[in-house]
């Protein structure tokens, strides 16, 4: 079966991961720059074939290889260990992953890890996980991929522009959620106040209309003008409602009038 990988020129192996989020093993591409990507393929509704140069690939499914923090495989990983008050040397940090991995792990040490004496040097060897800096960081990570989000959500709600703020900052936020273990996701997500947001999006659903309510009650009072017509019609004018209640007794009927009379 072929498959089709949209994948940097230099890439080098394909490795297989737990995912930070859910635990299960995953694809990741790492790069002769010890860069790691995740793979990820693209849903397709239709199967459809590609054309590759002069090649046809008939119902070949297409996988992208995105650019991925390594850092989120280090919290994944420590966090798991974030009450121990222990320093300890970066090899035991970075038991259990694979060795040609160590390189870009090791460049995110700094940004998840507290270094023994306060030293700002990669070459210092203890180290610890820092649940602090860890929150610092994914914080600055949230803002920077707010910063990143399509430019033309501002004009969308003219006159609301601290909603927006609150919208792009939601949707940064659940994103890099998608990295994090859900216990880790939802203290991260403490440290931000969506409230007025929440207040504005209720407002607007008090003012939605739903189609299929509508379509109810349209139904309901069609049936009702029905029956209301269908009595009226039963009943009859006025005049003709009160000519019944008329005692005929001893009258009589129209059609005497128009026998011919016994000789």
């Known amino acids: 079966m072929s498959i089709v990988l949209v994948a940097p020129t230099n890439a080098k192996d394909i490795i297989l991961l737990d995912h930070p989020r859910t635990g299960t093993p995953a694809q990741f591409l790492l790069s002769e720059s010890n860069n790691i990507f995740e793979i990820i393929t693209l849903a397709q509704k239709h199967k459809r074939s590609l054309l590759c ?3 046809i690939i008939s119902d ?3 996988h992208v290889a995105t650019a991925f923090d390594p850092a989120f495989l280090l919290i994944a990983q420590l966090y798991k260990s974030a009450n121990s008050d222990r320093f300890v040397e970066r090899d035991e940090l970075l038991v259990g992953f694979p060795t040609r991995l160590r390189s870009c792990l090791e460049r995110s040490l700094v940004d998840v890890c507290d270094i023994l004496d306060g030293a700002v040097s990669m070459e210092d060897p203890f180290w610890r996980f820092s649940r602090a800096r860890t929150d610092s960081y994914l914080q600055a990570k949230v803002a920077h991929v707010q910063t990143l989000l399509p430019a033309t959500i501002i004009d969308s709600l003219p006159g609301h522009e601290d909603i927006l703020v ?3 900052q939601k ?3 659940e994103l890099v ?4 273990a859900p216990s880790m996701a939802t203290e991260l997500a403490r440290a931000f106040d969506f409230s007025t947001l929440d207040v504005y999006l209720n407002s607007q659903k008090s003012d939605f209309v739903n189609p299929n309510e509508f379509i109810k009650r349209k139904n309901e009072d069609d049936e009702q003008s ?3 017509t269908a009595k009226k019609q039963k009943k009859g004018s006025k005049g003709v409602e009160s000519l019944k209640k008329v005692n005929t007794k001893g009258m009589k009927s129209m059609t005497s009038f128009f026998t011919k009379k016994a000789k």
């Open 171 to 173: 949707a940064a936020l």
């Open 60 to 62: 070949a499914p297409v």
């Open 177 to 180: 959620s998608n990295y994090l």
């Open 166 to 168: 609150l919208a792009k």
């Open 226 to 228: 029905a029956t209301t």
């Open 53 to 55: 140069e002069a090649s």
